[in-house]
């Protein structure tokens, strides 16, 4: 799947998106770590690490980010479209459109 999606590479500290920003990407980290801050942006309230998807409900739900996501030490992540799976849902199956409509509402 990842063919053709581009991937990033970013330092320590770099942001990855901001809160309040839409969520229009979701993504997979190659390398490195990804962190989620809460809203004062002291507190890591999750981490994402090598080989995790994050970000997929909050695209589905066509949400905000609720949060602010930093990098951790050298980072790759793979970049995914939204508008990319939004073009390709009608054409699933409806049990993949149910599971979609799912993962959208685990939204943080």
């Not at 063919?3 to 390398?31: C, N, W």
């Not at 992540?77 to 979609?100: T, Y």
């Amino acid at each position: 799947m990842s063919k053709g999606f581009p991937s990033i590479l970013m330092i320590d500290g770099e942001v990855l998106f901001r809160q309040g920003t839409a969520a229009e990407h979701f993504y997979l980290i190659e390398r490195g770590k990804v962190l989620l801050l809460d809203r004062s942006g002291q507190a890591v309230l999750r981490s994402y690490e090598a080989d995790q998807v994050f970000g997929l409900p909050e695209v589905l739900a066509g949400a905000l980010w609720p949060h602010t996501a930093v990098v951790s030490g050298a980072t790759a992540i793979r970049v995914f479209p939204g508008k990319l799976l939004f073009e390709q849902i009608d054409k699933m199956p409806a049990a993949h459109q149910d599971f979609m409509n799912v993962m959208a509402k685990l939204a943080i």
